[in-house]
């Protein structure tokens, strides 16, 4: 019984350390889990209805790519933009999707744009890039947020008939 009273006591002033702990405040808590957050990558990337029941996260990625790309090119090919400007065979556009789900489309201009009419080509493109199907938007955390990429679109001249 002596024994079991020692090692309770010893028990008793072995734990009180446990109650002496220092509690970090909300402030620091808050910015360690900010620190630890990449806020370059997305936990999930945009998505359009074709495909969400792919189940790779990387084949997703790849599928939105290509459905984003085909849609801009398709648009695209209905203008004046390849005999305008024959020598472009390829347009970067940058690509921007809000958490709303509503897209922003901006034409990046080469180098030499000045010899570009860069306003021609911007209002051809607002003109032409409308009416998407519904994007989803990325979701960082459970919370949709906006994202930005550069989408290179292949511009096909008109076939002669």
Known sequence: MKQFSIFLIFLFFGSCQYFEKKVPSEKELLRKELKAINWKEVDE??????????ADEKQRQKCFFDVMSQLVQEKLQI??????YPEWDTI?????IFPNSKMKFEPQFPK??????????DSILHARLIDF???NPAIKRGIPVKTQFILPVIIKAKEAK
Request: with cysteine; proline share 6%.
């Open 45 to 54: 990337y945009p998505s359009v209805a074709e495909c969400e029941t792919i």
């Open 79 to 84: 203008d004046s933009l390849s005999i305008l």
């Open 92 to 96: 970067s556009v940058k690509v921007t």
């Open 112 to 121: 030499d744009s000045v010899a570009y009419d860069t306003i021609k080509v």
């Open 133 to 135: 199907p519904k994007v």
